[in-house]
């Protein structure tokens, strides 16, 4: 299990992440949502003790992370598959690696074969690998200890659309027996695909968390007219919470009946009506981060801290 109590962090006076509490449970995948720049990557920075928290702690397995006697063997993690040795081999990088875990060399072999590195690819310098390989390889270093837990930033960047399916199945497997993953993505579908549960971040704060159904049910009715806007405002006048989407129609929290009752009794024909949950994870992740959106960019140096592992 992953715990996050109250973690804050500060960078100068940016406020990267600010009081935020959320738990990954096991056999379940947990997807990590934001902006680009709203706190995922320092939160999972400070899970792996490569950065330090200004208040606040994150426990794993039941222990902060500099606790855990062995953590290679207790915690899988990729937060950047560029980190990789570019002058080493694929197999040396896991070589190296198993050796600092105490692991048999068979190990390196068996997750060579795990994320389909062929022989060739494990014997080529790194600096020659695509993105997709060196996320291969950087999921099977996360892997090699058998760890209970797997912290991934971004792991399907460079993927083509086999390498997800093999990656979200893998993910999926792996919860499935037992194991706790965090998965921070910005592939919507693809966490919509694989994720029990969600954390939406949004500058620096949690705006909403929960199972997947538990979210998406209560997305409310979406409603779609010749002007967006003339809608809204018709719903909010008959008091009704109702927000824009990015697709042209309108969300609100109310039901269908009401929110077609409202629309008729202002003379707007809707083009659509339907219960909101099926317009996905999209719709609500963009509704909920809607007033998250940094309107001031961070400085360059914060930019640098935010977004090194994305």
């Known amino acids: 299990m992953i715990t996050v109590e109250s973690l804050s962090k500060s960078y100068g006076g940016f406020r990267a992440v600010d009081d935020v509490s959320f738990t990954a449970r096991p056999g379940r995948v947990t997807g990590f949502l934001g902006p680009n720049g709203a706190g995922k990557s320092t939160t999972m920075r400070v899970m792996v003790g490569l950065t330090v928290a200004d208040a606040g702690e994150v426990r794993v397995t039941g ?44 190990r390196v072999e068996e997750m060579l074969a795990r994320v389909s590195l062929t022989d060739d690819e494990a014997s080529r310098r790194v600096r020659n690998y695509s993105l997709g390989m060196r996320q291969r390889l950087g999921i099977a270093t996360a892997l090699l200890g058998d760890p209970e837990v797997l912290i991934l930033d ?27 993953v965090l998965l921070s993505s910005h592939l919507l579908h693809e966490i ?32 779609r007219a010749a002007d967006g806007a003339a809608l809204a405002a018709a719903l909010q006048g008959a008091g009704i919470t109702a927000r824009p989407t ?7 929290e109310a039901d269908l009946a009401r929110v077609g009752a409202a629309a008729f009794a202002a003379g707007i024909a809707l083009h659509e009506l339907r219960a909101a949950d099926g317009a996905g994870l999209e719709e609500m992740f963009l509704t909920l981060t809607a007033g998250s959106q940094r309107e001031d960019a961070p400085t360059h140096s914060t930019r640098k801290h935010e977004g090194a592992a994305a």
Do not use: C
């Not at 971004?154 to 706790?180: K, S, V």
């Open 63 to 106: 222990r902060r992370f500099r606790e855990l006697p062995d953590p290679g063997r207790e915690v899988g993690v990729l937060l950047d598959a560029s980190a990789q040795h570019a002058g080493r081999t694929g197999r040396e990088v896991l070589t190296i690696a198993a050796l600092t875990m105490g692991l048999p060399r068979v």
């Open 246 to 252: 990015s697709a042209g129609a309108v969300l609100a």
């Open 154 to 180: 971004e792991p399907a960047n460079g993927l083509d659309p086999a390498g997800i399916r093999w990656m979200r199945d893998l993910l999926r497997d792996f919860a499935d027996a037992g194991g706790t």
């Open 192 to 223: 919509e695909v694989v994720a029990d549960d969600l954390v939406v971040i949004g500058n620096g704060r949690i705006v909403a968390g929960g199972s997947k159904e538990e979210l998406l049910a209560g997305a409310g009715t979406l409603a």
